[in-house]
């Protein structure tokens, strides 16, 4: 009988890229709280609103 070769097993450790590694070492990312950012251009934008009535108030009289 012919010997046969054994097979080499592949080690379980997965590598990881270079891209992963910066990755690892940057800080998570900060939780942005949509609605409240939503609500303060909303009330930045109705201030602007309320600022260019007043004035065409002003100019009317």
């Known amino acids: ?18 891209i ?12 942005e709280h949509t609605h409240e950012l939503k609500m303060e251009k909303r009330l930045k934008r109705m201030l602007k609103e309320q600022e260019k009535k007043a004035k065409k108030n002003l100019r009317a009289r």
């Open 1 to 18: 009988m012919a010997k046969t070769k054994k097979r080499q097993k592949k080690p379980k450790k997965a590598e990881t890229t270079d």
């Open 20 to 31: 992963e590694e910066y990755l690892k070492q940057l800080p998570p990312p900060p939780e």
